[in-house]
């Protein structure tokens, strides 16, 4: 079982306002199972879009605001680190994403990628997810709400 599952300073500066999100942080907490895992609540309450072996992605139960499209690619194992990967992991990377390109070509039009790790980093499950997002378009064809990964 991970050591380090939640990390509950970040999911309440992040969802504080949302009690409903923060018990369901609490609860992954309590009974310490990494949803992330492939033994976690992954394969029940998590769309899996594909999988590759040694990668899953998924649908985002909470969506971020303004995000038409937002996938979670997870490494199979429970890593924490991105340095912690393996080069066997990162060379399964390119097929991970075309998947996810073919199942929602939308990403085709652009999409946002970014990885948060650990405490300084600000998350809030510590196994690996990298969060693939393509933001819903104006009527000029841009993003309503840009992709922003800035710090803040
Ligand atoms: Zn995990």
């Keep these: 079982m991970p050591t380090e599952v939640v990390h509950m300073t970040n999911v309440l500066r992040y969802y504080g306002e949302n009690p409903e999100l923060v018990e369901k942080y609490r609860q992954i907490e309590k009974n310490g199972k990494c949803p992330f895992c492939p033994d976690g609540i992954i394969d029940n309450e998590f769309q899996i879009v594909g999988k590759t072996p040694d990668w899953t992605l998924v649908v985002s139960q909470f969506p971020?605001?303004?995000?038409?499209?937002?996938?979670?690619?997870?490494?199979?194992?429970h890593v924490i680190s991105s340095t912690d990967l393996m080069f066997f992991e990162w060379a399964d990377w390119p097929e991970i994403l075309e998947i996810a390109?073919?199942?929602?070509?939308?990403?085709?039009?652009?999409?946002?990628?970014?990885m948060r790790e650990k405490t300084l980093g600000g998350v809030t499950l510590h196994h690996l997810h990298f969060h693939l997002i393509v933001?819903?378009?104006?009527s000029e064809g841009g993003a309503e709400i840009p992709v922003n990964f800035g710090i803040g």
């Design 64 to 77: 971020y605001k303004g995000a038409e499209v937002h996938l979670f690619i997870l490494p199979k194992r």
């Design 101 to 114: 390109v073919n199942k929602y070509p939308l990403l085709k039009k652009g999409f946002g990628l970014a």
């Design 135 to 138: 933001p819903k378009a104006n």
